[in-house]
T-cell receptor
Framework: NAGVTQTPKFRILKIGQSMTLQCTQDMNHNYMYWYRQDPGMGLKLIYYSVGAGITDKGEVPNGYNVSRSTTEDFPLRLELAAPSQTSVYFC???????????????FGSGTRLTVV | KNEVEQSPQNLTAQEGEFITINCSYSVGISALHWLQQHPGGGIVSLFMLSSGKKKHGRLIATINIQEKHSSLHITASHPRDSAVYICAAGGGADGLTFGKGTHLIIQP
């Protein structure tokens, strides 16, 4: 069981470039999340999804886009990268039972992104 | 918006000591999570609590819903326990609110 798989693990981008961070889970979890972790700060929610075809903004969505075409995949797109997007990004998944509760929180190993 | 505060921010202790990390949150929640992050590593879920107490090996987590407070205890601490411990609150579909983490170092 792979859990939550994120790629790439490291990436350096130039200002203005674009890229997609990939996230796949094999646990049939309905909820998926993208967080960013900055030094000295708690993780912040970028976007989340409660199921295929449904996405919603979190606390810090500006400069990012997501899609959820399947239960397994939840890619995060960075358009026009800026130095402020230098961070460590974590994908996570969890499941609910009949829309109640939130269980089995599982994190990917993270992507360390530097924008120069 | 929920605010999650952890204390202490940094903790250095000797091997074998009993460790306590505290977490307070501002808004009533359905669940409180304790997570562990090793340097340069991923994040692992240790506990999910909605009431009372849970134990796993040398780790114990407690929660007081009325006081909006949780504690993580480590008994007989070991250098391999050195990590960042993160408290996170929430239980809905819109993710968790995270504390800034407690950096724990256990010296041999």
């Amino acid at each position: 069981n792979a859990g939550v798989t994120q790629t790439p693990k490291f990436r350096i981008l130039k200002i203005g470039q674009s890229m997609t961070l990939q996230c796949t889970q094999d646990m049939n979890h309905n909820y998926m999340y993208w967080y960013r972790q900055d030094p000295g700060m708690g993780l912040k929610l970028i976007y989340y999804s409660v199921g295929a075809g449904i996405t919603d903004k979190g606390e810090v969505p500006n400069g990012y886009n997501v899609s959820r075409s399947t239960t397994e995949d939840f890619p995060l797109r960075l358009e026009l990268a800026a130095p402020s997007q230098t961070s460590v990004y974590f994908c996570a998944s969890s499941y609910s039972l009949s829309g109640r509760g939130n269980y089995g929180y599982t994190f990917g190993s993270g992507t360390r992104l530097t924008v120069v | 918006k929920n605010e999650v505060e952890q204390s202490p921010q940094n903790l250095t202790a000797q091997e074998g000591e009993f460790i306590t990390i505290n977490c307070s949150y501002s808004v009533g929640i359905s669940a409180l999570h304790w997570l562990q992050q090793h340097p340069g590593g991923g994040i692992v879920s240790l506990f999910m609590l909605s009431s009372g107490k849970k134990k796993h090996g040398r780790l114990i987590a407690t929660i007081n819903i009325q006081e909006k407070h949780s504690s993580l205890h480590i008994t007989a601490s070991h250098p391999r326990d050195s990590a960042v411990y993160i408290c996170a609150a929430g239980g809905g579909a819109d993710g968790l609110t995270f504390g800034k983490g407690t950096h724990l170092i256990i010296q041999p």
